[in-house]
């Protein structure tokens, strides 16, 4: 089984840009659609963005999208999320995970997850 890593969280000002990666420490992510979630402190985890195996087809939550960008470099075993003009409302936890398959918003298709990397947006 793949494991993940985030990184690139931080604090930032609203409308500042963060990008955060997702690399795997063990495994490969070639064959695997990637994920972000998010979970804000007392909310379920919310789909953020999905990226297919080749990297050709992705997916976005409706709150992030236009903002928000995904991408993945299967070489470096490493995918990203490019997030501009960020919001207080985007402060949360951000995850990456991965599925042999597609992808899908719903959490539950997903038992491999990294620890995490907080985001903070400030007013």
């Known amino acids: 089984q793949v494991q993940l890593v985030e990184s690139g969280g931080g604090l930032v000002q609203a409308g500042a840009s963060l990008k955060l990666s997702c690399k795997a420490s063990?495994?490969?992510?070639?064959?695997?659609?990637m994920v972000w979630f998010r979970q804000r402190p007392g909310k379920e985890r919310e789909f953020v963005a999905g990226?297919?195996?080749?990297?050709?087809?992705?997916d976005y939550g409706g709150s992030v999208n236009g903002r928000f960008a995904i991408s993945r470099e299967n070489a470096q075993n490493t995918m990203w999320l490019q997030m501009n003009n960020l919001i207080p409302e985007d402060t949360a936890v951000y995850y990456c995970?991965?599925?042999?398959?597609?992808?899908?918003?719903?959490?539950?298709?997903?038992?491999?997850w990294g620890p995490g990397t907080q985001v903070t947006v400030s007013s």
């Open positions: 995970s991965a599925n042999r398959g597609g992808f899908s918003a719903s959490p539950l298709l997903y038992d491999n």
């Open positions: 063990r495994g490969t992510i070639a064959d695997a659609a």
């Open positions: 990226i297919t195996a080749a990297g050709d087809t992705t």
